[in-house]
């Protein structure tokens, strides 16, 4: 191959959280961020195992983190991972064991299976900030480490 040719991979990207008012939607929004300033070719979404949140904003402190980070959330909305969701991403992250637990319930065959990861390495969880204010920026800074990790490693 030529060195001055490039190959680029269209990826597609799901970040999976609980609610998908918090983690998830700032991991779409990091990786977003990271794909769009590497010109890499990628779709990214987010969902959320619960239906609690659906059509709903991200949080204003996940907002208010990732726009303070350059980033910005405000247009996502909360959505609930579907069993489709497998057949539309090759990859689908998730933040936590309960949330790997609960797509791999919906997993209809060991390829939807294999689909999914921790976002972090060695199936450590992001911890979920919603109920400590103080957490939203070693949460951004966990996901923005993770998500440079996973462009990284793309051709």
Request: contains cysteine; hydrophobic residues 40%.
């Amino acid at each position: 191959m030529r060195p001055d040719i490039q190959i680029f991979i269209r990826m597609k990207i799901l970040m999976v959280c609980l609610g998908n008012i918090c983690r998830s939607p700032l991991a779409e929004g990091i990786m977003r961020h990271l794909a769009a300033t590497r010109g890499l070719d990628w779709e990214i979404d987010s969902a959320g195992t619960g239906n609690w949140h659906v059509g709903h904003s991200p949080d204003h402190r996940s907002i208010k983190e990732a726009r303070k980070n350059g980033v910005d959330i405000t247009g996502l909305r909360g959505r609930q991972f579907q069993t489709a969701d497998f057949d539309t991403f090759d990859r689908i992250y998730v933040m936590d064991r309960n949330n790997y637990a609960d797509v791999l319930r919906k997993a209809r065959n060991d390829s939807d299976k294999a689909k999914v990861a921790f976002l972090l390495p060695d199936q450590q969880d992001v911890p979920d900030p919603w109920f400590d204010d103080a957490l939203f920026a070693p949460v951004y800074k966990m996901i923005y480490e993770a998500c440079e990790n996973i462009a990284d490693q793309q051709p």
